[in-house]
């Protein structure tokens, strides 16, 4: 999953930063309303964490500019304000759910997990599968067949998002952009290095790996 906070404090925005890359998350951060529009607006994103109080251009108000320009993006407000009329503005501008500060971090993952549950459709997914492989999105866990398999962060966000685009040829670039954050190095064979680490984990036995290679397009999980 890629993440864009816009938070312009900057200790907060450290904060949220590790703590959202050491769940696995691609994390890519601005410090204002501006930069965060640049980068909505020129990059795909699961999620946005905006703040509400933000140079430039408010939170409020490039929540407004992303849902007037059609993005698809679950956005999370976090704000101090905390009175109901607060609540009602942030909501009525087009965000998704809505944080006050100070806020429990765990908080914090569970409601980004609930957004990413209900995405495009609003409807309330737990289970990503294919076959006898299926992950719990709750719970991070990977089953293959009847055994559970342990992958690190990266490894279990790079299955869910080619679960997510089952049978679907997928790039290296868009799996760059889902997985990684803006730094990544496209040119870099970082994600074949995963792709190996994945197939060696969730393929057991079989002769035919799970994860194909499409020769000049990229990777696709086979549909079972």
């Known amino acids: 999953m890629r993440v864009l906070l816009v938070e312009d404090e900057k200790k907060m925005a450290s904060f949220i930063i590790r703590g959202l890359k050491e769940e696995g998350y691609a994390v890519d951060a601005a410090l204002d309303g501006e930069q965060g529009w640049e980068y909505v607006s020129s990059n795909e994103y699961d999620l946005a964490i905006l703040d509400w109080m ?5 939170g409020l108000d490039l929540c407004r500019k992303i849902r007037e320009a059609g993005i698809q993006v679950g956005i999370l407000i976090l704000t101090a304000r905390d009175a109901v009329e607060d609540r009602i503005k942030g909501l009525d501008s087009g965000a998704d759910d809505y944080l006050t500060k100070p806020f429990s ?3 914090l993952l569970a409601r980004l997990r609930a957004l990413t549950r209900r995405p495009r459709s609003f ?6 599968s294919s076959g006898d492989l299926a992950i719990d999105l709750m719970t991070r866990k990977v089953i293959v067949g009847a055994e559970e398999v342990t992958l690190s962060q990266k490894e279990f966000s790079l299955l869910e998002f080619l ?3 089952k049978g679907e040829v997928v790039s290296r670039t868009e799996i760059a952009e889902h997985v990684w954050d803006i730094h990544f190095d496209p040119m870099s064979n970082t994600i074949d290095v995963f792709i190996n680490f994945l197939r060696k984990k969730i393929d057991g036995t079989r002769k035919k790996s799970r994860i194909e290679t499409v020769r ?3 990777y696709r999980l086979i549909e079972e």
């Open 54 to 58: 933000l140079p430039k251009i408010s």
């Open 105 to 107: 971090f765990d908080e």
């Open 123 to 128: 409807q309330e997914e737990r289970e990503l």
């Open 163 to 165: 679960l997510r685009r």
């Open 216 to 218: 000049g397009s990229g």
